[in-house]
């Protein structure tokens, strides 16, 4: 499909024009003063700057409840509500937003580091066509010049209301409809078939660890389960932070990347600091396992990802590079197990920000290693078991190869189609 041209057939000469969004929309704000106790239970239900974040449009089903007094109504949420985030730790990240494209069978607030846009009667844009509409790349890029910040960035909402957006055949609302809901069921369409094939995901995942948890189970055969303190030594990274970041320099692992952007093993990283910070850091070595000593919830802690690379890199000093003599992955996907899970729990901190008790997980927590009397035959059952998982691995994790690899695809090509559907001319290149 030539979608310029389509979308010149579309438009078939019809007017396009570009007004700021705060002639367009009123801008509210989410709540605040809200402490931990009006969470249980509640007559309302809350989105949280995550839910925003996710979803190009809000997932009722995954709201929190919350208890919200008679004069906090004018912060309540409606059919049709553009939701962004006010504030972010990276100026790509603020300004996210999603669209309430169901009617709401009960009040709902947003959160404290949320706003909300309610367009005007008369301005004829659905809530189906903004969720496209706001998070296409030209809006984001203005939507990014809106914040400001060094360590945080916040959305300043005056240069906000000064962002413009296109209304399509503003003198012929039916004629405007008809356009959004064409563009709407293209988009839709290539989104729908990125979702299933994300559900088939899900289900080959779940499928995937329940037999990475029966392999590794040892029911039967010659095995013995020993701390991880008998197995090898924890060595914990050094600081660094984000200020100290670089496009070219040292390979360093950021505790939060174990959870978010590592799978199982890698040998590349994402991120660099500083050369002359070399003597300053710690190092994990190639073989080493690195697991985050730090995370917002539990099974973010004690994530693990072999660091399978020809060279050292450094780790944060909210990590351990676990060093030993047996197999590196085989270690990791033992990490990765529900049985593992449920011991290092006993050993994470409680609290808003959950740490690792490494001194517990030395001596309590326990991985199993097959034929413990023969290091050799020892290191071949690993190697055997690690054959098999890999290939489970790729179907679900690769960006090479598998679902993931479809999924991206599909992803790559609901933004091409995307970004050319809604280039509507801009008022230089609107004819007189």
Not at 167 to 179: A, Q, T
Not at 187 to 215: F, G, P, V
Request: aromatic share 10%; net charge negative.
């Amino acid at each position: 499909m030539n979608c310029v041209s389509f979308l010149e057939k579309l438009l078939n000469g019809v007017a396009v024009e570009w007004k700021p969004l705060g002639d367009v929309a009123d801008i509210y704000g989410g709540l605040t003063g809200k402490s931990k106790s009006d969470f249980d239970g509640g007559n309302a239900k809350y989105i949280t700057y995550k839910n925003i974040f996710s979803n190009f449009a809000v997932n009722l089903d995954l709201l929190e409840p919350v208890k919200v007094s008679e004069s906090e109504n004018q912060h309540c949420v409606k059919y049709g509500d553009i939701l962004f985030t006010s504030s972010s730790e990276t100026a790509d990240e603020a300004g996210m937003s999603s669209a309430v494209t169901t009617y709401l069978d009960s009040p709902v607030y947003l959160n404290s580091f949320s706003f909300g846009i309610r367009f005007k009667m008369d301005i004829c844009i659905t809530p189906q066509f903004a969720k496209h509409l706001f998070r296409c790349d030209f809006m984001r890029t203005e939507i990014k010049k809106t914040a400001s910040g060094v360590t945080r960035f916040n959305i300043s909402k005056e240069r906000f209301r000064k962002i413009k957006i296109p209304i399509i055949c503003p003198d012929n609302p039916i004629k405007s409809l008809e356009i959004q809901a064409e563009i709407v069921r293209i988009l839709d369409s290539i989104t729908e078939l990125t979702n299933e094939l994300t559900n088939e995901l899900t289900a080959r995942k779940k499928q995937y660890n329940h037999y990475r948890d029966q392999l590794l189970s040892f029911e039967d055969g010659d095995v013995e389960w020993k701390p991880l303190g008998e197995i090898g030594e924890f060595i914990r990274g050094k600081r660094f932070t984000k200020a100290d970041y670089v496009d070219d320099g040292i390979d360093v692992i950021h505790y939060g990347e174990i959870y978010t952007r590592y799978g199982v093993f890698t040998d590349k990283v994402f991120s660099q600091v500083r050369e002359e910070m070399a003597n300053s850091l710690r190092y994990a070595e190639p073989g080493d396992v690195i697991l985050a000593g730090v995370g917002e919830t539990v099974e973010d802690v004690g994530k693990a990802v072999a660091w399978m690379g020809t060279h050292k890199v450094a780790i944060h000093d909210d990590s351990y590079a676990f060093r030993h003599s047996m197999n590196p992955k085989y270690i990791s996907y033992a990490m990765q197990t529900a049985s593992f899970n449920a011991q290092k729990t006993k050993y994470v901190s409680s609290g808003k920000v959950k740490r690792l008790l490494i001194e517990g997980v030395k001596k309590e927590v326990k991985i199993p290693v097959p034929v413990p009397n023969d290091p050799e035959e020892s290191l071949a059952e690993q190697a055997r078991i690690v054959a098999i998982l890999d290939k489970f691995d790729a179907l679900t994790t690769s960006l090479t190869e598998g679902l993931p690899r479809e999924i991206e695809l599909r992803q790559k090509q609901y933004v091409h189609y995307r970004d050319l559907l809604l280039n509507f001319p801009k008022p230089e290149t609107v004819e007189a």
